[in-house]
């Protein structure tokens, strides 16, 4: 076994390697850019290593900078993790040598499987199903050869950046330029291949496990059906849908992959399956790498995959046989990611101000954040992941929904309130699954309106402080908020607030902090109090006869309050300065930022004539693009970016002016 191992990685797979690395006895080196100086892997480390500036392409994916911390504090070998570096050949082949194993398969498997191209050849040539496709330089005339719909994918890549479904053949350049685009940041090179798609396919993955000694093993199947914009967001091991030939069968031909490449470690056959017929599953590609969801396969089997690809790296044989392998229970992943469903599933941002994640009997967390902690547009979104164990599926998706409910992340809004309710859709808990479920029904699953109980909260928080009162306990009459008055029924004190999203909303309050009433937009009075306090920023309202609990914690703009896995920044509004900015910046001739991130291109300059819905400028924030379109038809008046510009969310980009009155 090693001595000392660096990680080139980040966020919460860097902090999970480490862990297993502690648990072995291994020396851990971690490295980071300047955006990350105090992050949590940084702090679990046995040593720490500056790489450079926040651009990943200056630090996490610069191989020289890697290569020279592997130098200074005499590492042995280096964990890739996933993403960044994980499956480039070229950088696996530097650290060989550099004199360093790479903790994964070789250069060539990695070039082999990478190229999704070679890689459907070369396992077809094994004996593998394959689905229909074919590759640059043809692509387009492949594509229409195909017919609609057909998949655009990255030759290079994974992990669905990059990734286009077509199904309206017009618009196929203008897709095909746009995953170009995306697949050049993620990985360097913007190589595509076009794909028949399937209509309602489920996409099912097999673990194997290969040592340097011949042996492969396959350790069970997972189902990542659920996903969004081609990203796995639900994962579970075992699939409802295999049944016990299936699953020996799709094993058999998963290991026959890793057999064609020569593969040694751990790596993932993904296939896609027909629902209505398992047994026409079709190899998709092959990650030569550790997954993101591979927390599952480990509760079900018992076995850490950190440690057997460390082992394997370390050149000692697999410990057991095929038929060794047993599978217990069922398990359940959900990737927490900083983004708000309310807007679009927009990506989103900020410090974590409050932080509490589940951990107990069968439920594990595995993260990179602490208090604290500031999520930037610079890198994945992807924040933790919450996984559970149980005995059937039914149990483990009652727990996993348990779990994202005890989950706070005040600050950066996240997505754990709407895989809690996908979780409780009537097809997730029967097993009926498909790629295209979750964004059929996103919709209703995202919580559209912000709930009474939260404006009350925030209202009943802002109108009696909790520092009100002096320490002698006497209250200055002439403070009070009770809305007394000479001679009449007490005043209601307005209070103006306003969630991102959502339009600014008016709370009366009036009476005491023990006997209070909130009146909203002239409906009926409401006896509300907060009835008691938890622990530190827990609060519970009583609010109409019913008590509500939320986490609550205060921003610079107003409150973060959250339950059951939502949250919600409730900003203090000024009506009139909103009014005031609102004449300033041309009301609905503005076009602001919707969320934090970076501007990558600009089509117009001041003064250009565009027309309503004419593309104008793209932000990119966590590896996804946005397109900025011109309101209405009219003339560029202000344009205050370029590319590479760096904006916040709700910053002015550009000013379209109207072309008449009757436009305006």
């Avoid at 047994?279 to 995959?305: K, W």
């Avoid at 997505?415 to 997730?428: Q, S």
């Avoid at 503005?590 to 934090?596: E, R």
Wanted: proline share 6%; net charge negative; charged share 25%.
């Amino acid at each position: 076994m090693f001595d000392t191992v660096l990680v080139a990685n980040r966020g919460e797979i860097a902090v999970r390697v480490i862990r297993t690395l502690r648990q072995l006895g291994v020396r851990s080196v971690a490295v980071y850019s300047d955006a990350d100086a105090d992050a949590l892997h940084v702090r679990e480390a046995d040593i720490a290593v500056r790489i450079g500036p926040p651009p990943a392409a200056e630090s996490y994916l610069s191989v020289p900078a890697l290569l020279d911390a592997a130098r200074r504090t005499g590492a042995q070998a280096v964990h890739p993790g996933y993403g960044f570096l994980a499956e480039n050949a070229g950088f696996a082949r530097a650290c060989a040598e550099a004199g360093l194993v790479f903790i994964g398969p070789s250069a060539e498997a990695i070039a082999l499987m990478g190229d999704k191209i070679r890689a459907k050849e070369t396992v077809k040539a094994a004996g593998v199903p394959v689905v229909p496709g074919a590759a640059d330089p043809e692509l387009a005339e492949a594509a229409r050869e195909l017919g609609a719909p057909v998949l655009l994918k990255p030759s290079a890549g994974g992990g669905g950046k990059g990734m286009r479904l077509v199904r309206d053949l017009s618009v196929l350049d203008e897709e095909i330029a746009a995953a170009r685009r995306e697949a050049r940041a993620s990985f360097g090179d913007d190589t595509l291949l076009v794909e028949r798609w399937i209509d309602r396919p489920r996409h099912i993955e097999i673990q194997v496990l290969a040592d340097t000694h011949g042996n492969v093993v396959h350790l069970g199947e997972r189902e990542c059906s659920l996903q969004r914009r081609h990203q796995k967001i639900i994962e579970e091991a075992p699939s409802v849908l295999l049944d016990a030939e299936t699953r020996a069968a799709m094993g058999a031909a998963a290991v026959e992959a890793a057999r064609s490449c020569g593969y040694v470690g751990a790596g993932t056959v993904e296939f896609i399956v027909p629902g209505g017929d398992p047994s026409a599953y079709c190899f998709m590609e092959m990650n030569t790498r550790l997954q993101v969801e591979h927390p599952v396969t480990e509760l079900i089997t018992g076995l850490d995959l950190v440690e057997w690809q460390l082992r394997v790296a370390a050149g000692e044989p697999l410990g057991f046989a095929q038929e060794d392998v047993r599978l217990d229970g069922w398990a359940v992943e959900a990737r927490i990611c900083a983004e708000d469903p309310a807007r679009g599933f927009l990506p989103s941002g900020g410090t974590v101000l409050a932080l509490s994640e589940p951990r107990g009997d069968g439920v594990r967390t595995d993260s990179g954040l602490v208090g604290g902690s500031e999520v930037s547009s610079l890198y994945d979104p992807m924040l933790s992941k919450v996984i559970v164990h149980a005995a059937d599926r039914p149990a483990a998706l009652r727990k996993l929904r348990a779990a994202l409910g005890e989950l706070v992340t005040l600050g950066v809004p996240t997505n754990a309130g709407f895989l809690r309710r996908l979780l409780a859709h009537p097809d997730v808990v029967s097993g009926e699954l498909d790629t295209g479920l979750v964004e059929r029904d996103a919709d209703a699953l995202v919580d559209a309106t912000v709930p009474e109980e939260v404006y009350a909260a925030a209202a009943l928080l802002r109108h009696f402080p909790r520092t009100a009162g002096s320490a002698a306990g006497w209250v200055d009459p002439f403070g009070s908020r009770d809305g007394w008055r000479l001679g009449g029924t007490p005043a209601w004190t307005p209070h103006h607030f306003r969630v991102p999203g959502h339009e600014p909303v008016r709370v009366g309050v009036r009476g005491t902090a023990a006997s209070a009433e909130l009146l909203r937009d002239g409906a009926p009075a409401v006896p509300g109090r907060l009835a008691e306090r938890g622990g530190p920023g827990e609060i519970a309202l009583d609010l109409g006869g019913v008590t509500h609990r939320f986490t609550v914690v205060p921003s610079p703009e107003g409150l973060w309050l959250g339950r059951d896995g939502d949250s919600w920044h409730v900003l203090d509004h000024d009506p009139v300065e909103a009014a005031l900015s609102g004449a300033r910046h041309g009301g609905a001739d503005t076009l602001a930022a919707p969320m934090p991130g970076t501007v990558t291109v600009v089509k117009v300059s001041v003064g250009d004539e565009v027309e309503a819905g004419q593309s104008l400028l793209v932000v990119e924030a966590m590896k996804m693009e946005h397109v900025i379109a011109a309101p209405h038809a009219g003339t560029v008046t202000e344009l205050d970016v370029t590319p590479g510009s760096t904006v916040a969310m709700d910053q002015i980009l550009a000013v379209v002016k109207p072309r008449d009155e009757e436009d305006a």
